[in-house]
């Protein structure tokens, strides 16, 4: 199971920290992504980071602003969203999956948490 957390209302510019918490195994070896869903849309890869933590993926409309990160003692995986924008506005969702192929595709990911609502006002 994937929890997430930290989500909110924030103006444009400032920032937040999304957590995801993985209970009930803590997905060793496992892949780890943030995609996020605005309204009327589908969702979007927005990054992710292998089990060590050594390679990591952006998507280039959060390139440079946003960092994602890990911690496997603690079963936790972390998004640092800064400068964000309105169009930042959507649900974001932790995921997990075995491997590191396909790793912007959502259908690669079989775990999902149930989303945080981030907000962006001007």
């Known amino acids: 199971q994937l929890v997430e957390s930290g989500g909110g209302l924030v103006q444009a510019g400032g920032s937040l920290r999304l957590s995801c918490v993985a209970s009930?195994?803590?997905?060793?070896?496992?892949?780890m992504g943030w995609f996020r869903q605005a309204p009327g849309k589908e969702r979007d890869f927005v990054a992710a980071?292998?089990?060590?933590?050594?390679?990591?993926y952006f998507a280039d409309s959060v390139k440079g602003r946003f960092t994602i990160s890990r911690d496997n003692a603690k079963s936790t995986m972390s998004l640092q969203m800064n400068i964000l924008k309105l169009e930042d506005t959507a649900v974001y969702y932790c995921?997990?999956?075995?491997?590191?192929?396909?790793?912007?595709?959502?259908?690669?990911?079989?775990?999902w948490g149930q989303g945080t609502q981030v907000t962006v006002s001007s």
């Open positions: 980071i292998t089990w060590t933590g050594s390679l990591t």
């Open positions: 995921a997990a999956k075995r491997n590191i192929a396909a790793i912007r595709q959502i259908s690669a990911y079989g775990y």
């Open positions: 009930g195994s803590t997905f060793a070896g496992w892949t």
